[in-house]
């Protein structure tokens, strides 16, 4: 079994992390805030894009340096809900700081502030047949005028 790791210094490693845990799902209660850590962890169910046929891999991903967490549109006090994570952004405050949203259906976002990117992705164990492959509908166009 091929165990996938990456570590992000910069806003390009993170963009191709961020493409690896597209459609990745987590439960609200696999999510971890460690302040005195100064660490932000999660553990997701990772589909993967690369496999021959759908299946998921258990995955864990955790930021270092991290100054504060923001939630928005996410019920924290739900352990057991679900979350599809379909993106993780950054934007730069000021060299090297900036803030990482991880972006999820439905409209909910988790914002981590960071003095500096310092990321890792990890495969830690079994891999499962996936129930079918997660598709994106294409963005509706509008019929105006430009």
């Given at each position: 079994m091929d165990l996938l790791r990456l570590v992000a210094f910069d806003p390009e490693d993170l963009a191709v992390i961020s493409a690896h845990l597209q459609d990745s799902l987590l439960r609200v209660g696999d999510?971890?805030?460690?302040?005195?850590?100064?660490?932000?962890a999660i553990q997701t169910r990772r589909y993967d894009w690369e496999a021959a046929t759908p299946q998921r891999r258990l995955t864990c991903m955790h930021f270092e340096n991290v100054t504060g967490v923001r939630v928005r549109g996410i019920d924290q006090t739900n352990k057991d809900a679900v979350l599809n994570l379909l993106a993780i952004a950054f934007e730069e405050t000021s060299a090297p700081s900036g803030t990482a949203t991880l972006i999820f259906a439905e409209g909910g976002a988790?914002?981590?502030d960071l003095e500096c990117i310092e990321m890792q992705m990890k495969d830690t164990g079994p891999v499962w047949a996936a129930e079918s492959r997660p598709s994106h509908e294409e963005p509706v166009q509008s019929a105006g005028r430009l």
């Open positions: 999510i971890a805030y460690l302040p005195r850590e100064r660490r932000f988790i914002q981590v």
